[in-house]
């Protein structure tokens, strides 16, 4: 930068950058530019795997020359623009005037100006431009330059630099008067000096100091007195502690730099398991659009940090970067715990945490059939659905003898393993592997009572371990089981640096859910803000779905309370299992399991947590509401106003309640005022239940819109197409809606078009609104595969079509089985399995049956009079041309008809909705 810096200001730049992880190499000519380096012409070589030319720019004046116009460095042109032949002007960065050509916006907006003052006839001034400076921002470092900046032998230099912010100015000062102005770091002056450099007042010495600011910096102007605030991890706590201290205006009172080691920022961990049934790393991301940019917060992704050096208040990245820091808080979770068993580090042994391993997970499945998760927990088993998922005959190993042994007590996890096993995942529980052994053909797993088992691959899923290496070198304490020790405001043991998330250590317990990270994150900020806030510990209750087997554990789950007594129920023929844990007294709620139907969760986890009295008979909160009683829900009407109904971002009922006063009356605009619901997602029933409950409270009648985009009932929708006769969404969104439409409106009105008007769903306007059953003409089932249902109008199938129907099915072991509809359903399928099946099928002469779709099903029929000795007409016939004419139709509804040849009825064609 010399046209701008001298050697001082440059130096202290290069210092700025380097602090920063970007070296400069100056006096260094480039020789040349390969695929792995760029080598200079002193001989040294740079390593690059990109290489960003920013070598200058030169006017483009080609069509100029070409036309034979006069050009030098620029196409020349007068003071009014105008070139040499008439009629011809240029104005902006390709032209020339006295010599001079202009790279910066400003000069050329006012040659535009001046051009057309003369095109309109208007008279106006010639072009003169006065320099009023160059202000940049580099990397968040202040400059400013004006005037001159190279000094000549009659110049006088004035300089001051301020050591502790490393502030510098240069004043050039030529026969009494300012020439030149250079500021770093504090450009707060650089109006007041452009004004001084174009008077004749003479310089005085005292410009060198602060003189012309008498205000304090306004607040959120960036200076580089601003103290640092680095953050170690951009996982999901990180970026939850950075949207808090965004909410304190934090990042107008540091700088803020964000050390991430993944190469994503921060995404969905809970959701992790999306990926594999289609979800892509940017939906799962956490980072609102420009949210570091708008903010000016610094984010180094694929850069850990290595070391802390305490004294000198300095982090160091992985390539030996140093930053120096005010304030430090480490948010680096934990790693997956995988057992010191031989073999554990095969190729073919996996962990299972981030979207990388999710990858490299997915890259080996491509080429195994068998694959065992060591570990039965909760993450164990959500690992072994994604093995099954992905199409592998799935197997789960457990020391314990029994499954989510932390959350589960006997008869929960015994119901759990049996719908476990029955989905087809082996569930092998007492054992402890003791090595891992590679094989012709795969891999042995040994257990130490003897027995084996063989697989492709291995997933570890036995636990998390707080990472805790950066704080351990650098002398933080921590606990005995590792962890970084928090108090009550998460700070660890050194001063200014604060731990929060799966890494922290709060008295003696390390969470390893998001919420009580979340509350951490608050906290953090809240402290740093100068707010009295504390972590005081955090619910560990969880609800969750395994396997699609609704699983929820809450309170004291075991009934290890002393006195406790628990009532149980279990319905063997649904497998449903639900326990709950009194006190001694019977009179408060402890804890509980629920297997098999988690439905009363929400109400029994608040009435644990508002300690709210429990009925004379408690046994009636899990026991099935027999036909007559009174509904056995709590209500929200009984909850206290205290009661934590988000616990992702700790939003009580009174919060929704107050929102709701203020004029929120939509999900989405509770969602949006106290970001309830938008967590894990677990709470979104009750926040609805709790702002109907409110809205009633206030006389309100609560309104039927769709969604937060259309303030209408799906019937007024209906009305609004049908009577304006609209075809898109995009018609209806901008005439009766706003915004861009949610997954709640776009298939409700989906289904509408389709069925006022039935034209292609699959046009471009219509296939984002479809359903992904519709899209990829399957039918989603609970496990996240698909099933396929070929057409078969009226049932009849040639031999061909069957064999073809077998073959598929054994080639992608597809369960198969007829239908009430007279077709054949082939389940298990996998996503992507889906457009090979499709294209078989169709080579076999066989078309979607819809039967997913609101639209005609089937037509089923008996054999009629063809066959049969008592059908009097043709109903086969009947049926197959019914079916052929009213295929696709769409409606609001599925629609199924039959044809009957007699009235033995064997179609059952009068209990369909068409016989
Ligand atoms: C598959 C799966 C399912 C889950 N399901 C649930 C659930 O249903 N409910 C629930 O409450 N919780 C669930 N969890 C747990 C939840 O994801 C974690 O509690 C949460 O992610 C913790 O956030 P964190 O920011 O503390 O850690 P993380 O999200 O792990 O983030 C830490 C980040 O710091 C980075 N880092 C570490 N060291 C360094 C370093 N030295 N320099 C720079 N960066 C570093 C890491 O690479 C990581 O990106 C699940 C987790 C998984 C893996």
Known sequence: MEQQLDEQAGALLAQRLAERGISCALNAGVERVTPQAVLLSDGRE??????????GVRPNITLAQSAGLACQRGIIVNRRLATAVPGVSAIGECCEIDGQTFGLVAPCMQQADVLAARLADNGGEDFHWQDSGTRLKVTGIDLFSAGRIQATPEDESWCSLDPVTGHYRRLLVRHGQLAGVLLFGDCASAATFTDLLHTTQPAQAGWIFDQFTTQ????????????????????????????????????????????????????????????????????????????????????RLSQAVTGIDIESRVIRDAEGHELHWDKLVLATGSYPFVPPIPGNDL?????????DDLDAIAARAKTATRGVVIGGGLLGLEAANALRQLGLSTAVVEFAPNLMAVQLDNGGAAMLREKIVE??????????????????????????????????????????????????????????????????????????????GECALWDNKIYGLVAPGYQMARVAAGVLAGEACAFT??????????????????????????????YQWIHGPEQVYKKIVVSADGKQLLGGVLVGDASDYATLLQMMLNEIALPSRPESLILPALEGSAPKAL?????????????????SKGDICQAVSAGASSIGAIKSCTKAATGCGGCSALVKQVMEYQLAQQGVEVKKDICEHFPYSRQEIYHLVRVNRIHTFEQLIQRYGHGDGCEICKPLVGSVLASCWNEYLLKPAHLPLQDTNDRYFANIQKDGTYSIVPRMPAGEVTPDGL????????????????????????????????????????????????AYGKSLRTVKSCVGSTWCRYGVQDSTGLAVTLEHRYKGLRAPHKIKMAVSGCTRECAEAQSKDVG
């Open 46 to 55: 740079i390593p690059a795997a990109r290489v960003v030319m920013a070598t």
């Open 635 to 651: 209500g929200v009407a009984a909850l206290p106003d205290s009661a934590q109904i988000c616990s992702c971002h700790n939003v």
């Open 216 to 299: 304090p910096s306004a607040a959120g102007t960036q200076t580089m007195t601003k103290p640092t605030l680095a953050l170690v991890g951009h996982g999901m706590v990180g970026h939850h502690f950075l949207e808090q201290c965004v909410s304190r205006n934090l990042h107008q009172q540091y700088q803020i730099v964000v050390f991430g080691e993944e190469r994503y920022a921060a995404y969905d961990r809970v959701h992790l398991s999306e990926y594999f049934a289609g979800r892509s790393a940017d939906s799962l991301s956490l980072v609102a659009g420009d949210f570091f940019a708008e903010h000016g917060i610094e984010l």
């Open 537 to 566: 510990g955090a619910d560990m209750s969880t609800k969750l779905k395994l396997l699609g087997v609704d699983v929820a554990s809450f309170g004291d789950a075991q009934g290890r309370t002393a006195g406790s007594q628990s």
């Open 347 to 355: 190729p073919d042994c996996f962990v299972y945490r981030t979207l």
């Open 803 to 850: 064999i073809a129907i077998g073959h598929i099915a054994k080639r992608y072991a597809l369960y198969s089985k007829i239908t009430g509809g007279q077709r054949i359903d082939l389940f298990g399928a996998r996503l992507e399995q889906l457009p090979d099946i499709w294209r078989e099928l169709l080579a076999a002469g066989f078309e979607t049956g819809h």
């Open 423 to 500: 989905l087809g995942v082996g569930v092998h529980t007492s054992k402890a592997t003791t090595a891992i052994t590679p094989m012709a053909d795969g891999l042995m797993l040994n257990f130490a009572d003897g027995s084996s088992l063989e697989t492709d691959m291995v997933v570890f899923s036995a636990g998390i371990r707080p990472q805790d290496a950066l704080a351990r070198s650098a002398g933080i304490r921590l606990g005995e089981r590792g962890g970084i020790a928090v108090d009550n405001q998460c700070r660890t043991s050194a001063a200014d640096i604060y731990a929060i």
